[in-house]
């Protein structure tokens, strides 16, 4: 088939507004590619095709080279360019089936898990960013030790001892990207060693349950009371690790009690175990200072997990296992076979924020801000729905409320859902039916005007459950469970 300028030209007069050579040989490409130019057929001579798109030569002279290069034509000294056959490729079709669902985009999103993506340091990021990239040395830039630079394992190291009393140095850090890829490090070293059961909390955090599954482990439900995880249960589950939020139980909000962490420190060293202490919330204290994590107590049991998640922003990516000594060799060694190590540039900006006092500065800040939206919440709550219990307010960013007795969860959800309104169910969160109904709320993307509106919307919500379908109920707690969806 001969090459058609007249297309040709079409195809560069269009909007995109890379370089003439770039556009011309893109449209030489796709024409090559879908057959419309077929193989052997002889391509115009630079000064032909120049004259005829009214092109200057170079322009033509750079697109030719361009794909000879990458074998779509072939020009021999003197003699005429030719296409050259490549497999017929198009965007294939299926590709398209495999975009993710549309996210549901509420009006006002009460779902547990983010942070107040506006209060990010934008400007001290920035000005951290700036004086990195000038100051840092060119070997920085290179393969660093996978397991994280060592100029932010020293601050962490220092930044954790101080203000959560763990017991550690820099040697026994291993930077990650959050704790999702921790605890899955973890979890794969545990099937390495043939410990394929690991207990949770009953509830607990919803993605992680299904990571642990799709990862091939086997979690063991444990329940949780007033003073957190049962260790009792867990002693009688015969099995030698748990995974567990100590701090701030996710989603219940309760705090282990004193009493319950020494046994389950005792469990522990009784059983040779392994504690997973995750850490998500735990810098977000409103009545007290944050109590000390586990891992100051015992570290050769307790690994502690935490990230910048909550503190600035999930999208970075960033976050720590403080490990147990015997575990450290291999942790490393599944960090480096895992992805080389975290962005080197993040890691070094975020020591700075450590080192310069800024990140405790940005926490106070913050601890201001959500103290204040939770106060507006749990006022609006009193004022509107007195019947309705609240726990675990005391920190973290989100609270439980536990329903009136008999009232759905899963209608008032898809109820609430109706009106603008996302919050989660406990059932999502528990391997079982739930013993009291109740939902998950986040406050700490509403302003307290926001808050008002949001419980207004949860009163409407509790008068409209009659009409709630089982489809709505099904749609609604169907797309609870962030990237659920993808396999
Ligand atoms: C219980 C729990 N752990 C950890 C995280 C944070 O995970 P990551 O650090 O991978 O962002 C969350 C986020 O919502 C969480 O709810």
Request: hydrophobic share 45%; aromatic share 4%.
């Amino acid at each position: 088939m001969p090459l058609n300028a007249a297309e040709l030209l079409v195809t560069l007069v269009g909007t995109d507004r890379a370089p003439l050579r770039i556009r011309l040989a893109n449209a030489l490409r796709e024409a090559i590619r879908s057959g419309q130019v077929s193989p052997g057929t002889t391509l115009p001579s630079t000064r032909i095709l120049a004259h005829d798109l009214g092109l200057s030569r170079g322009v033509i002279v750079d697109a030719y080279a361009q794909l000879a290069s990458e074998g779509f034509i072939r020009s021999r000294p003197g003699g005429a360019t030719t296409a050259v056959w490549v497999p017929a490729a198009t965007l294939p079709e299926h590709w398209l089936d495999h975009r993710p669902a549309a996210r549901p985009n509420p009006e006002l999103d009460l779902r547990p898990g983010w942070p107040d993506l506006s209060a990010f340091p934008r400007r001290a990021w920035a000005g951290a960013t700036r004086d990195v990239l000038r100051d840092l040395p060119d070997a920085e830039l290179g393969y660093c030790e996978p397991w994280g630079s060592a100029e932010l394992r020293r601050h962490l190291a220092d930044y954790l001892r101080r203000v959560r009393g763990a017991m550690t140095a820099p040697e026994g850090v291993v930077v990650v990207n959050g704790v999702t890829q921790g605890l899955s490090l973890i979890c794969r070293m545990l099937l390495r060693g043939g410990d394929k059961r690991l207990g949770i909390e009953d509830p607990s955090n919803a993605v992680q349950r299904r990571l642990l599954v799709r990862l091939g482990i086997e979690p063991v439900d444990i329940p949780v009371d007033g003073d957190g995880v049962r260790v009792d249960a867990l002693a009688a589950a015969g099995i030698r690790v748990v995974l567990c939020t100590p701090a701030h139980q996710f989603p219940c909000g309760v705090a282990l009690s004193p009493a319950r962490r020494e046994q389950l420190l005792r469990w522990a060293g009784d059983v040779n175990g392994l504690i997973i202490e995750d850490d998500y919330d735990a810098e977000f204290r409103y009545e007290r200072a944050p109590l000390g994590c586990l891992q100051g107590m015992d570290p050769d049991h307790v690994a502690l997990l935490g990230s910048v998640s909550k503190t600035l922003a999930p999208a970075l990516r960033l976050g720590w296992v403080l490990s147990p000594p015997q575990l450290l060799t291999s942790l490393r060694g599944l960090k480096r076979d895992d992805d080389f190590g975290s962005n080197v540039i993040a890691q070094h900006v975020l020591a700075r924020l450590l080192d310069s006092g800024q990140y405790d500065r940005h926490l106070r800040g913050l601890r201001r801000r959500y103290r204040q939206r939770r106060d507006a919440f749990v006022a609006a709550m009193g004022r509107r729905l007195p019947d309705w219990e609240i726990m675990g307010s005391a920190g973290g960013l989100h609270l439980t409320v536990s329903l009136p007795t008999g009232m759905p969860e899963g209608r008032l959800v898809a109820a609430a859902a109706g009106r603008g309104l996302a919050v989660l169910g406990l059932e999502a969160m528990s391997g079982r039916p739930v013993a009291r109904p109740g939902i998950v709320v986040s406050y700490a993307r509403s302003t307290p005007d926001m808050c008002e509106a949001a419980v207004d919307r949860l009163v409407r919500a509790s008068a409209e459950l009659d009409a709630v379908t089982p489809e709505m109920e099904a749609a609604a707690t169907g797309s609870s469970i962030l990237w659920n969806d993808i396999g």
